[in-house]
């Protein structure tokens, strides 16, 4: 969302409550007491990548389907209690028109649209179970979300993060049926929309501070001033460029997708999504069959051309090597799927 639909109100209770492991952790147990059974997950789905890599585009994509639920905006500052708060809160932000968010990308956000707030879950429940707990719980987790709009829904998510519990959620999808998509998107785009969007958010943090702390309780820390990386595998993310260059994203690009799995088990699917935005509707039907979607293949492939496309006329790339080594590999991941 936009932090001009904030009131100071709002910041108030969103660092209150957002910041408060007791609250949140607190929270779900309600949740667990008002809905203590419920149906067990069904074919849930999980998009995950690289930011700026499509996953946004595909969550607004598949959640427009009408076969899905998903954590939305509305939901804040109690995700973790779809039960109780949507009740509560559905009498606030009535008839908001969907403006631009924040990334200034032209994807639309409004009260309702669906968003990953899967982290609130991690930082204050997940992160502090066993395996074998945690399957239990976040499966109950995604059930609360699944039914919270009513009975029949699939849950999805989009979590950029949970590129790190890749082999997690695949033991998940194992025990429900789940689908992960991950979107593969050109190197040099994802590169340079990441830069920007590192500049945007230390510009917009500078201006309001709100904007880090709030991205910060939602575990968004992908840009900004709160940048921090994500670590796959047992080797830390080192760069060799200052994040002011796009060589820097280029290297997290390779670093991240270098340690993808080439997993052969039918949950996990990896998409080219430059394929998908230059040809829809030839290339959206693999990946809705992959999630158990039959859908009008024409409407959506409508909603893939709203995001503007990435402006590559300014870059100006000082090793033509990192983007080979870069291109190399997206070319074996969906030569390969």
Not at 6 to 19: A, W
Not at 209 to 227: A, D, I, Q, S, W
Not at 254 to 259: F, N, P
């Amino acid at each position: 969302m936009s932090q001009q639909q904030y009131s100071g109100l709002d910041r108030f209770l969103h660092k209150l409550v957002l910041g408060s492991k007791v609250i949140q952790s607190t929270s779900f147990e309600l949740q667990q007491l008002i809905a203590p059974k419920l149906p067990k997950p069904d074919r849930p789905v999980f998009v995950v990548g690289m930011a700026r890599s499509g996953t946004t585009t595909l969550l607004n994509l598949l959640f427009a389907t009408g076969e899905f639920e998903s954590s939305r905006y509305r939901d804040l500052p109690l995700p973790l209690v779809p039960a109780f708060w949507r009740k509560i809160h559905k009498r606030f932000h009535q008839g908001q028109s969907p403006i631009q968010r924040a990334h200034d990308d032209g994807i639309l956000v409004s009260p309702d649209s669906p968003e990953a707030f899967e982290e609130i879950y991690w930082d204050n429940i997940g992160n502090h179970h066993s395996e074998k707990e945690l399957v239990q719980s976040f499966s109950y987790y995604i059930s609360s979300i699944a039914g919270s709009s009513g009975p029949g829904k699939r849950y999805i998510s989009k979590n950029n993060n949970n590129i790190t519990r890749l082999d997690l959620l695949e033991k998940v999808c194992k025990e429900i049926n789940g689908a992960i998509i991950i979107p593969i998107r050109d190197p040099l785009k994802t590169a340079t929309s990441s830069l920007r969007m590192h500049q945007r958010f230390i510009a917009m943090q500078e201006e309001d501070p709100f904007v880090l702390e709030y991205m910060n309780l939602l575990g968004h820390r992908e840009f900004g001033k709160g940048l921090q990386w994500l670590q796959v595998g047992s080797k830390a993310f080192q760069p060799s460029y200052p994040t002011t260059e796009v060589e820097c994203w280029l290297e997290y690009w390779i670093y991240l997708h270098s340690a993808i799995p080439q997993v052969s088990s039918v949950h996990c699917r990896m998409v080219d999504f430059d394929a998908i935005r230059s040809e829809p509707l030839v290339n959206l039907k693999p990946m809705l069959k992959s999630c158990g979607v039959d859908s009008q293949y024409t409407q959506l492939a409508e909603m893939v051309t709203q995001e503007p496309p990435v402006k590559l006329n300014s870059v100006s790339l000082k090793s033509q090597e990192l983007l080979t080594s870069a291109q190399r590999l997206k070319n074996h991941y969906v030569n390969n799927d």
